[in-house]
């Protein structure tokens, strides 16, 4: 089955940049949304941003204008570009694809609900 894959998490003083990456390890046919979540220290897994096939997309209101969301499709990546980082932003992202089609032995294959296995990210002040 497909696996997403997340990397480019790290250490960062606030104020600074880190941009996070999600490989699907199949090539995507279609899918319906990808997004990233992330789980701070006692919470639970918030939403944090979305892209539709369509390339709308999504934002919680205390990442607007500094976090973006992107899709490549070409190669099959999600990307997260996270600039002026705060404490709060302190977590492990996850991603998630919540329905696609992707080729598997010359075959479409559906899947639903994908998960990667997440990337820290600390903020510190």
């Known amino acids: 089955q497909v696996q997403l894959v997340e990397s480019g998490g790290g250490f960062v003083q606030a104020g600074g940049s880190l941009k996070l990456s999600c490989a699907a390890s199949a090539n995507i046919f279609s899918f319906n949304t990808m997004a990233w979540y992330r789980q701070g220290p006692g919470h639970q897994r918030d939403f944090v941003a979305s892209?539709?096939?369509?390339?709308?997309?999504a934002y919680v209101g205390s990442v607007k204008d500094r976090f973006t969301i992107s899709a490549d499709n070409a190669n099959d990546t999600l990307y997260l570009q996270m600039t002026n980082l705060k404490p709060e932003d302190t977590g492990v992202y996850f991603c998630?694809?919540?329905?696609?089609?992707?080729?598997?032995?010359?075959?479409?294959?559906?899947?639903?609900?994908?998960w990667g296995q997440g990337t820290q990210v600390t903020v510190s002040t």
């Open positions: 998630n694809v919540d329905q696609a089609v992707y080729y598997s032995g010359g075959s479409r294959v559906s899947v639903y609900g994908l």
């Open positions: 892209i539709n096939t369509g390339g709308a997309t």
